[in-house]
Structure formats: structure tokens, C-alpha cells
């Protein structure tokens, strides 16, 4: 038996080489990560590290993908992000919501939200 629990990572704050436009080509700009993850842990009174999916390795995983290539569309970095948490079978349902700030003058962000589930 197991129960499920929603870990999250609020703003985790990126340089990003992302962007379709020659502005944004040769540069890294900042860019913003919200992830919320519905998580199946198991059902006892001592649960240990290994029971349940570390925030922080879901962290540096953002972290290295973001930091592997130039992505010309935050669709296809979070398309990545999310293949990423969901090859943790523990990790049933992820929500990622990428934001760029810096792009539209008058905006506070713009960007995407995208989800992804097991099976």
C-alpha cells in the first residue's frame, strides 16, 4: 500500500540558453522553473531518504537538462524536464511551468505550463 503526497519546487531561479530569436541566440537568459509532482510513498511509520523522491535530485535534474543544450522552444526544454520526473515510476503526475521575466517589457513573465502522467 501507498499513499500519495505532492512534493514541489517553487521558482527555482535558471540561466537558460533558450529562444527562437537571434536576440536570444549565443546568450543565456534567466529563466524560472515551478514543478509540482504527485508522488506515491510508501505506507509505514519509518519512512528513510530512499522512500521517497528528493526534491533536490529533481532540482539538479532541472539543472542539467536546462544546462545541456540551447532549447529553441520552452515546450521542447519541458517536454524534457517532464520525461525526466515521470522515468521515476514513484512520481505519477508532474505539472512544470517555465517563466521567462525578462521578454515582454510590460509582462512580469510569459511562458508555458505543461503536464504529464505515467501510463
Not at 530512499?50 to 536546462?66: E, L, P
Not at 517563466?99 to 512580469?108: G, N, Q
Amino acid at each position: 500500500m501507498s499513499q500519495r503526497i505532492t512534493i514541489f519546487i517553487d521558482q527555482l531561479t535558471l540561466e537558460a540558453a533558450v529562444g527562437v530569436f537571434d536576440f536570444e541566440k549565443g546568450k543565456t537568459q534567466k529563466l524560472i522553473a515551478s514543478l509540482r509532482a504527485e508522488v506515491d510513498i510508501p505506507l509505514k511509520e519509518d519512512l528513510h531518504h530512499s522512500d521517497v523522491v528528493c526534491y533536490d535530485t529533481v532540482a539538479k535534474g532541472i539543472r542539467a537538462i536546462v544546462q545541456s543544450q540551447h532549447f529553441e522552444l520552452l515546450e521542447t526544454l519541458g517536454r524534457k524536464i517532464v520525461d525526466y520526473c515521470l522515468a521515476d515510476v514513484r512520481i505519477k503526475q508532474v505539472t512544470l511551468k517555465l517563466e521567462k521575466p525578462d521578454i515582454i517589457d510590460d509582462a512580469h513573465s510569459v511562458g508555458i505550463e505543461i503536464s504529464g502522467q505515467q501510463g
